[in-house]
């Protein structure tokens, strides 16, 4: 593979100076099954899609080299050529079509305010009443009016290499930011905080943990817990302190029993798209936190590693959870049911203008069919012709069928892995 200038370096040095220590074998799954990094590279550059882009490499890799950062170029090389594997363009064109929803009218929504809560698209998808909450708390505790934004900063297209339309959208996410006077940014997303912090210009970015104080916290009675710390965490020190801190705080009890136990950042398996990509490498990671947890209840503060723990039926609850008295949650909602949840978060702040209630009857009629499709009452067929058969409903078909382009995609399983 030919690569551009920028990158004959990455490679030049990984050829030249990569000692074969094998020194991964026992913090990456992907390495370990598929080899080093100068193997990958050199003989099967396409095995590069396995990297979840966790950096954990980094912290035992005994030479100043990053093998996560020249696999991600990679990524961006072969997509820029068009040499991607079949399961990769399919999981591609999935995350772009999420991202692309999630970026856009009826999903995404924009506050005005000076400082703004940006909770990201998992949390909004399992739990819209949480942010609410939590937004409410916020504008308590800071004494501020706290403004709320619902939109994809387009981190799963990133992840897999597409910086081409990521970058165009966080300039549009950027320029709609600046428009609505918004000047500090409270983010509920790890990897949203990822890429606005890196992104945004003359707009200040933290996460939502170094904003709230431990106290604000509910304590909670004695239990086993696991700290799991998401993988993009390991870019802030600063945030994992915050999230031990709140930890320490919640389950005071525990920790003067030494019942916490802490990872370091650690990828649920989710990175890269890999639950897409290749399922069984992704279990592999879920499995090792897993081995971990020893059972303990596992704490973290990512709505979709919480997901990914749950699906498994390993205990989890999110930090956030623990500022509202209210049980966490125990179930993963439907693909369908995360979509609705984010059409209705979005559009609540409307109080039920005719947009909105056009919206909600559009809503109930996608919903219907997808049920009765499933039944096998109603099908594909029958809605394409329903334009031939009553022409003068043609524009509410046309709304009906977009809307349900983006239902029935969310309910693909390529795009379960993007949506949370």
């Known amino acids: 593979m030919a690569y551009p200038s920028e990158q004959v370096k990455l490679v030049s040095d990984f050829s030249r100076d990569c000692s074969m220590c094998k020194a991964f074998v026992n913090v990456c799954p992907f390495m370990s099954e598929i080899g080093t990094p100068r193997e990958i590279l050199l003989e099967q ?120 339309t990521t970058f165009a959208t966080l300039q549009e996410i950027n320029k709609r930011l600046h428009e609505e006077g918004v000047r500090q940014v409270i983010t509920g997303c790890l990897n949203c905080h990822k890429l606005l912090s890196e992104h945004l210009q003359d707009i200040t970015v933290v996460f939502i943990m170094e904003v709230l104080p431990p106290e604000v916290f509910q304590k909670q009675k004695t239990d086993m817990i696991y700290l799991h710390h998401p993988c993009p965490a390991s870019r802030w020190e600063k945030i994992r302190d915050a999230a031990q801190s709140v930890v320490n705080h919640i389950y005071s009890s525990s920790k003067s029993n030494g019942d916490i136990g802490t990872s370091e950042p650690i990828c649920c398996g989710s990175g890269g798209g890999l639950n897409s990509i290749f399922p069984r490498m992704a279990d592999r990671y879920l499995e090792e936190i897993a081995r971990r947890a020893k059972g303990k209840t596992v704490v973290t503060y990512c709505a979709g590693c919480q997901n990914r723990f749950l699906k498994r039926g390993i205990k989890a609850v999110h930090l956030l959870e623990f500022l509202v008295e209210a049980p966490p949650r125990q179930t993963v909602p439907s693909p369908l049911r995360q979509w609705i949840n984010r059409l209705f978060l979005a559009n609540s702040a409307g109080l039920w203008t005719p947009k909105s209630l056009a919206l909600l009857v559009i809503t109930l009629h996608v919903s219907g069919g997808v049920y009765l499709n499933q039944q096998g009452i109603f099908s594909a067929y029958v809605l394409r012709n329903l334009p031939e058969q009553y022409p003068v409903g043609a524009p509410v078909w046309g709304v009906v069928f977009s809307c349900g382009g983006i239902l029935a995609e969310a309910d693909n399983p390529t795009c379960r892995g993007y949506a949370v």
Request: aromatic share 10%.
């Open 45 to 164: 550059p396409e095995a590069v899609f396995n990297c979840t882009s966790c950096h954990r490499c980094e912290a035992v890799w005994p030479l100043n080299l990053s093998p996560a950062d020249i696999f991600f170029e990679t990524k961006k090389k072969m997509i820029m050529e068009n040499q991607i594997p079949a399961t990769v363009s399919k999981a591609l064109d999935s995350a772009r079509a999420f991202a692309k929803a999630g970026h856009r009218f009826p999903f995404s929504f924009y506050e005005a305010a000076e400082t703004v809560f940006w909770p990201g698209c998992a949390l909004a998808a399992n739990q819209p009443g949480l942010i609410r909450k939590v937004q409410k708390i916020m504008s308590h505790h800071l004494r501020q009016k706290i403004g709320l934004i619902l939109d994809c900063c387009s981190d799963p297209v990133f992840q897999l290499g597409d910086n081409q």
